[in-house]
């Protein structure tokens, strides 16, 4: 069955970097694009990057120049670099992704950017 599972949070000071895994099984993984999603305290989830089977990017205007997602075919991961984080950035963040129809999430991982 489809697998998400997601690594690499923590706290970490503003300024500070961090990397996010979505390790990924049960399905042809260089097939589908996946797409990290975040959910802060008290707010619905967002969109944070999202990559294709091509490896096209994007990214919301709020992480973009400090955000790089990424994804190795071979290991069947997808990675979202989080560098100069802010509070703002605190959030549990999930990948994503959905095939024919059916959304597909992991368990999410918590981070957390505080002095």
């Known amino acids: 069955q489809v697998q998400l599972v997601e690594s690499g949070g923590g706290l970490v000071q503003p300024g500070g970097s961090l990397r996010l895994s979505c390790a990924a099984s049960g399905f042809t993984f260089g097939s589908y694009d996946i797409t990290w999603l975040r959910q802060a305290p008290g707010k619905q989830r967002e969109l944070v990057a999202g990559i294709t089977s091509g490896g096209s990017t994007n990214y919301v205007d709020a992480v973009r120049g400090r955000f790089t997602i990424s994804r190795d075919n071979a290991k069947n991961t997808v990675y979202l670099q989080m560098n100069s984080l802010k509070p703002e950035d605190t959030a549990v963040y999930y990948c994503?992704?959905?095939?024919?129809?059916?959304?597909?999430w992991g368990q999410g991982t918590q981070v957390t950017v505080s002095s």
């Open positions: 994503y992704l959905n095939i024919q129809c059916v959304d597909y």
